[in-house]
């Protein structure tokens, strides 16, 4: 598999793309005025307790208060006799009245974006990323990324971290070992946790200096972010359109992953670099509802505030054989499609999969594997469960930030969000009723409707019989304009 990771930097955004085997993956963008705040670290001060909700609200200087969960304040697990954690015993979450109070300046991290109308989401288990750790202050474990699954790598790095630690004399903080660190050896380590030592240190002077709400500490920005998270051994070049940047990749490079160094290169050319790799055109699709499969069905994918739906068609693939095969043949290529798709438009939360109804038992077995596997390459962590007695797949993708959709569109201000309009003929009878409603109120000589030019083509032509009955069951007569500002569902009656 080959994979290249594409960096688009420009004054006002910068955009990412992940292309493996010449095919879109992921695609990430960071706008100047508009930029993410995962992982960024705040003073903040409590404004509001909520008891029932064991929840708080904190100011941390962002348009809207942060969140704050009573689990993300402290975590404590239940305890045996001689005082161990009891092996998968529920945690105990206090009353948030005795975490917190109104007024109480707090250093927390942001594990969500603002996303819609809710605010940022918090936590106080702070972590701080490098290239192959994850420093966490304020607890002394090691842990070891699971997508490590060699037991004797896990042993072997869990070893170095305790070893390096003593030999640094750190006596504080525990660390998690990322899967970027597969294969590392001891002096990258020994740079990555002095590196996060001395910043953490930086972190705790700046802390006590400052009033809340105040930032302490900033997340890199995105080009960075990602050589530091994506690039992996797998990854033949990374092209930064942008020399400025590239110049600042390779410092940081130099200073933090030297062996990747050669993975790097500046692209001059005139064409603009995702046109060469046609990112442009993946991005557009993936702001559609409907995907195309390569036999002929397809993929619908609805995104709402609650979850995201996806439902598979057969579409023009009639198969060969028999109707259990020709589903069976769409479902694994929507389930790889699927795939794809999560990654690229960023979704997450909660994810219901209709897949077409599958009568074999074996089948089904089969499509949750190819679906299990192809998001095995996914970054963010994704949990799916059986089919369920409705034949449904129900999974579950960690969302930080907001979609694809999210970042690139708005909801339309003519249907609100809907995504359908009220047909002219249901305009026409809402008018219908409004005049009688008025002409029972109001004393008028004659109405004038304003509406669109459907709405007006309408009642000039299909709805003439409904309008002259009208006019005689009034006694008055209704005139019409039609209004080129306004959208199919507006119009007024205005009294004459």
Excluded at 238 to 255: C, G, K, L, W
Excluded at 285 to 294: E, F, G, I, N, T
Aim: net charge negative; glycine share 6%.
């Amino acid at each position: 598999m080959t994979e290249e990771i594409l960096i688009n930097v420009t004054p006002v955004e910068t955009r990412v793309a992940l292309v493996e085997n010449g095919m879109l993956q992921e695609a990430h963008i960071e706008r100047t005025s508009r930029k993410g705040i995962v992982g960024n670290i705040y003073k903040g001060r409590v404004v509001r307790v909520l008891p029932g909700m064991e929840a708080a609200f904190v100011d941390i200087g962002l348009e809207r208060a942060a969140f704050i969960h009573a689990s993300d304040v402290v975590s404590v697990a239940l305890a045996d006799e001689n005082g161990e954690p009891v092996k998968d015993a529920p945690k105990v979450i206090p009353d948030i009245r005795s975490l917190l109070r109104e007024g109480q300046s707090l250093v927390v991290q942001v594990t969500k974006d603002p996303i819609g109308t809710k605010g940022a989401r918090l936590t106080t288990q702070l972590s701080i990323p490098s290239r192959y750790l994850v420093f966490m202050p304020y607890v002394s474990h090691v842990g070891v990324s699971q997508r490590i699954e060699d037991e004797a790598e896990r042993d072997r790095l869990r070893g170095l971290i305790e070893e390096c630690g003593a030999t640094l004399d750190l006596s504080r903080g525990g660390y998690i070992v990322r899967t970027a660190a597969e294969g590392a050896g001891r002096d990258e380590f020994i740079a990555d946790m002095t590196y996060l030592n001395r910043l953490s240190k930086s972190m705790l002077e700046r802390t006590d200096k400052v009033e809340a709400p105040a930032i302490i500490y900033q997340d890199l920005p995105l080009f960075l972010r990602t050589v530091r998270d994506l690039i992996r051994s797998q990854t033949e070049k990374v092209r930064i359109d942008s020399r400025e940047s590239y110049q600042r990749v390779m410092a940081f490079v130099e200073e933090f992953v030297h062996e990747m160094g050669d993975k790097i290169e500046y692209y001059p050319g005139e064409r603009p670099l995702f046109d060469l790799y046609s990112v442009e055109e993946e991005i557009q699709r993936a702001l559609s509802r409907k995907v195309q499969l390569k036999s002929g069905g397809y993929v619908i994918i609805d995104q709402t505030e609650a979850m995201t739906t996806i439902d598979i068609n057969t579409g023009a693939f009639v198969g060969h054989r028999n109707l259990e095969e020709t589903i069976f043949k769409t479902n694994l290529e929507a389930a790889r499609a699927i795939s794809r798709q999560l990654r690229l438009r960023n979704l997450g939360g909660i994810i219901i999969i209709d897949f077409i109804d599958m009568e074999d038992l074996e089948h089904q077995r089969q499509v949750l594997r190819m679906l299990e596997k192809m998001l095995e390459r996914d970054h963010a962590r994704t949990k799916i469960t059986g089919v369920s007695e409705l034949g449904l797949v129900e999974m579950t993708r960690k969302r930080t930030t907001e979609s694809l959709g999210q970042v690139l569109c708005e909801a339309c201000p003519i249907c609100e969000g809907r995504g359908f309009l009220k047909t002219p003929e249901t305009v026409c009878y809402e008018i219908f009723r409004e005049i009688l409603r008025i002409n029972r109120a109001y004393e008028a000589e004659n109405y004038l409707v304003m509406a669109s030019q459907a709405v007006i083509d309408r009642l000039l032509d299909e709805e003439s019989d409904n309008v002259a009955d009208l006019e005689t069951f009034i006694g008055k007569t209704i005139k019409f304009q039609v209004e080129l500002l306004y959208s199919q569902e507006n119009y007024d009656v205005v009294l004459l």
